[in-house]
């Protein structure tokens, strides 16, 4: 075989491939730069950018959006990941008040989990607290959750059972058990959704 094509097809493959493979990804350095690969220039250009680039839509719902980049460079596309999740404006739990928690998760591993929440709100509608608040909150700026919910045994389990869910009541927390109670008109503004919290 002719080693000369074959190493061809192999520098072909590091410059222009992300390989994944079973424990890990390769071939996710960048090499727009000249020099990296003997006889190619790989300079990065806004011409060469634009000609390659292309955006294709794989599912567009109306609460996400999956896509694939092609034609642009692992670390770019990594940047625009970790502006996506920086930039893009969300609501969530900030603030935890915990009065009694004898679960067997830790106070602040719960309201770490708590913050995780996805909360289906418009950001647009609210504003942020000012540091002038002092603790005061309103419809605009705060949005309210109260948890009270307990684990206990259930009277009507199957005899023999292991199930969990079928040896208790309420072995899982999730944002079904989150009373919300609306400030002003938020309850024409704001919804959510159930998402496990805790396996008690």
Not at 114 to 135: N, R, T, V
Request: proline letters at 4%; aromatic letters at 8%.
């Amino acid at each position: 075989p002719d080693n000369s094509i074959s190493m061809a097809g192999k520098v072909e493959e590091l410059r222009t491939r992300v390989d994944m493979k079973t424990h890990g990804v390769e071939n996710t350095a960048t090499t727009d730069y000249p020099g990296n690969y003997e006889g190619y220039d790989d300079s990065w250009s806004m011409k060469k950018f634009k000609k390659k680039f292309r955006v294709d839509v794989v599912r567009l719902t109306e609460n996400d959006v999956e896509f694939d980049m092609i034609g642009i460079d692992a670390s770019i596309a990594n940047a625009f990941r970790r502006i996506l999740l920086a930039e893009v404006p969300t609501m969530a739990i900030e603030k935890v008040f915990i009065y009694n928690n004898t679960s067997v998760i830790q106070d602040e591993v719960l309201a770490h989990r708590l913050g995780l929440i996805p909360i289906y709100a418009d950001p647009d509608k609210f504003d942020f607290q000012s540091g002038s608040s002092k603790g005061e909150f309103g419809e605009k700026d705060t949005i309210v959750f109260t948890l009270n919910i307990k684990c206990t045994k259930n009277p009507r389990s199957a005899r023999g059972s292991t199930d969990p869910d079928d040896l208790y009541l309420h072995s899982k927390v999730t944002t079904a058990d989150l009373r919300w109670t609306p400030i002003g008109k938020q309850a024409e503004m704001v919804s959510m959704r159930h998402h496990l919290i805790i396996n008690l």
